[in-house]
């Protein structure tokens, strides 16, 4: 197995910090977990699936993975999805982390991930003993063909930058990768919290035709539902790429709890809530874009998911500091890459009255 890199979150230690030292408390806009409750409906979903003294099923139950395509048609517009080709995961890092090893991938062969990109993806690719390529999410296309990478990441909306793809930029992709006989997984878990632009899953037809060989995307409710703490999402496409993912997750016992089934059942069938979440975060997002712009921050992308991809045009670590002293955690760009070096992250997962604290620190420079 590859060296893993340095936990990032580690070197934002000395930041946090002094960010909680100021005398109103510190605003972690750092990182994008949920602060809000999970819905009643889905907790007492929860409790009712308590008694579960058997083992479960690792493919989920039926009425889930009819719960999840039923979301797809409904929310995405999304069509040719059986409920077989649906398998719940403990929580999509896991995902993303173990993937190219349940796929086979090792020495010698090629992850391709987006310039900036959420770490996980280049941790899955050295966990598997592979390399990884890096492409401007515009070029992936032509990775493709150069390289030939036995799998590539997409990721759109974009952690950290808010970027979304248009329905030809995934196309180009599936069209070189089919050529070339990569797998394109998608990770679609900021896709309903579109602001300024209409995200399209990779799954949808005027992306992938009548066809999803060689297509994966991967779905969390931890943003859309509020259950990052209940570790629930699902993978699904390719019916064939999926059986095998199956087949190995059953030798290897990775189980979805019972109860935690049958509330991402609920979840995913209840759009009521969702509503109702994305109005909160797209209240704090007006009252931090605006506080940012008139700080001198600029804010590139961000047209869609959980985050502000900020600027002032200077190292990202100055500008932690100097959001930090005046009592605010953001997470650096270089995080996600060298290409966001000169970016920070912030995210809109607090409180209405730690985001009105943060813009009233802003306001004051």
Same mark, same amino acid.
Request: proline share 7%; charged share 20%.
């Given at each position: *197995?590859?060296?893993?890199?340095?936990?990032?979150?580690?070197?934002?230690?000395?930041?946090?910090?002094?960010?909680?030292?100021?005398?109103? #408390?510190?605003?972690?806009?750092?990182?994008?977990?949920?602060?809000?409750?999970?819905?009643?409906?889905?907790?007492?979903?929860?409790?009712?699936?308590?008694?579960?003294?058997?083992?479960?099923?690792? !493919?989920?139950?039926?009425?889930?993975?009819?719960?999840?395509?039923?979301? *797809?048609?409904?929310?995405?517009? %999304?069509?040719?999805?059986?409920?077989?080709?649906?398998?719940?995961?403990?929580?999509?890092?896991?995902?993303?982390?173990?993937?190219?090893?349940?796929?086979?991938?090792?020495?010698?062969?090629?992850?391709?991930?987006?310039?900036?990109?959420?770490?996980?993806?280049?941790?899955?690719?050295?966990?598997?003993?592979?390399?990884?390529?890096?492409?401007?999410?515009?070029?992936?296309?032509?990775?493709?063909?150069?390289?030939?990478?036995?799998?590539?990441?997409?990721?759109?909306?974009?952690?950290?930058?808010?970027?979304?793809?248009?329905?030809?930029?995934?196309?180009?992709?599936?069209?070189?990768?089919?050529?070339?006989?990569?797998?394109?997984?998608?990770?679609?878990?900021?896709?309903?919290?579109?602001?300024?632009?209409?995200?399209?899953?990779?799954?949808?037809?005027?992306?992938?035709?009548?066809?999803?060989? #060689?297509?994966?995307? %991967? !779905?969390?409710?931890?943003?859309?539902?509020?259950?990052?703490?209940?570790?629930?999402?699902?993978?699904?496409?390719?019916?064939?790429? %999926?059986?095998?993912?199956?087949?190995?997750?059953?030798?290897?016992?990775?189980? *979805?709890?019972?109860?935690?089934?049958?509330? *991402?059942? %609920?979840?995913?069938?209840?759009?009521? !809530?969702?509503?109702?979440?994305?109005?909160?975060? $797209?209240?704090?997002?007006?009252?931090?874009?605006?506080?940012?712009?008139?700080?001198?921050?600029?804010?590139?992308?961000?047209?869609?998911?959980?985050?502000?991809?900020?600027?002032?045009?200077?190292?990202?670590?100055?500008?932690?500091?100097?959001?930090?002293?005046? #009592?605010?955690?953001?997470?650096?760009?270089?995080?996600?890459?060298?290409?966001?070096?000169?970016?920070?992250?912030?995210?809109?997962?607090?409180?209405?009255? $730690?985001?009105?604290?943060?813009?009233?620190?802003?306001?004051?420079?």
């Amino acid at each position: *197995m590859r060296k893993l890199p340095d936990f990032p979150w580690d070197r934002l230690a000395p930041a946090k910090a002094r960010a909680g030292q100021h005398p109103g #408390g510190i605003v972690d806009l750092s990182v994008g977990t949920p602060v809000d409750p999970v819905p009643a409906v889905i907790q007492d979903a929860l409790r009712a699936g308590s008694n579960a003294p058997g083992y479960p099923l690792t !493919h989920g139950t039926p009425a889930l993975r009819e719960a999840a395509v039923g979301w *797809m048609t409904r929310r995405l517009g %999304v069509t040719g999805v059986t409920p077989t080709a649906v398998l719940p995961v403990i929580g999509t890092k896991e995902l993303v982390a173990w993937l190219p090893t349940l796929l086979g991938l090792g020495p010698g062969d090629h992850v391709a991930i987006p310039s900036v990109a959420y770490p996980t993806y280049d941790v899955g690719a050295r966990i598997a003993g592979a390399d990884t390529l890096v492409a401007a999410p515009e070029a992936a296309a032509d990775l493709i063909r150069a390289r030939r990478p036995k799998l590539i990441w997409l990721n759109s909306p974009a952690n950290p930058n808010g970027r979304v793809a248009s329905a030809a930029e995934l196309r180009a992709v599936v069209t070189a990768a089919r050529e070339s006989g990569t797998i394109v997984v998608s990770d679609e878990c900021y896709i309903e919290l579109a602001w300024d632009a209409e995200p399209v899953s990779l799954l949808h037809p005027d992306v992938s035709g009548v066809s999803h060989e #060689g297509l994966l995307a %991967v !779905h969390s409710l931890s943003k859309r539902s509020n259950l990052a703490g209940y570790r629930a999402g699902f993978i699904t496409g390719d019916p064939a790429v %999926v059986a095998d993912l199956l087949e190995v997750r059953k030798h290897a016992g990775l189980i *979805m709890p019972q109860p935690v089934q049958d509330a *991402m059942t %609920v979840a995913l069938s209840d759009d009521t !809530h969702a509503a109702e979440q994305k109005e909160r975060y $797209r209240r704090r997002r007006e009252v931090l874009r605006d506080a940012l712009g008139r700080a001198g921050f600029r804010i590139d992308h961000s047209e869609a998911g959980l985050y502000l991809w900020s600027s002032r045009d200077e190292d990202c670590w100055t500008t932690v500091e100097w959001l930090s002293e005046r #009592g605010i955690l953001v997470a650096p760009g270089d995080f996600y890459g060298e290409a966001g070096a000169r970016h920070v992250r912030v995210a809109l997962t607090a409180s209405d009255e $730690r985001v009105a604290a943060a813009a009233a620190r802003l306001a004051a420079f």
